[in-house]
């Protein structure tokens, strides 16, 4: 019997890299009739430096975040998708992707975008992708490419 996922989790947040993973995910749920799951998580350590803006800043960012999750939302189900959720989270975006949404929501495919990290930014900061891969409990696929499997050429992306 065929692996059908049931739950799949795309992270998104408004880069090309996510907008490719949100595109093989939504193919994905097609093929396998799943329900959506659209993330973003507020990364909440980039407030700490601005003391007195906390409350504004947080609160921008969660109206962005809202709106690029009913953009993707929309597209989903003008694509055919009839079960699409989406969940705004803050903190460490490592920790909740690779944790907290999908034991919450219960997932069984994680899809994000390759990040454009260079290796030193990985050796200080991490990417997610790669801490996603190494700790998620469930499938992760990491998306480096458009639909028809190649790498996009800039004016794609």
Partial sequence: MLQQYRKIMVAVDGSEEAELAFKKAVNV???NNSELLLAHVIDTRSFQTVSSFDGMLAEQATEMAKQTLADYEMKAKKAGLHQVTTVVEYGSPKHIIAK?????HEVDL???????LNAVERLFIGSVSEYVI????????????????????????
């Fill in 100 to 104: 907290e949404i999908p034991e919450d």
């Fill in 134 to 157: 190494r700790n998620a409990a469930c499938d992760v696929l990491v998306v480096r490419t458009n639909l028809e499997n190649q790498l996009p050429k800039k004016e794609d992306k």
């Fill in 110 to 116: 994680i899809l994000l975008g390759a990040t454009g």
């Fill in 29 to 31: 749920a097609l093929r």
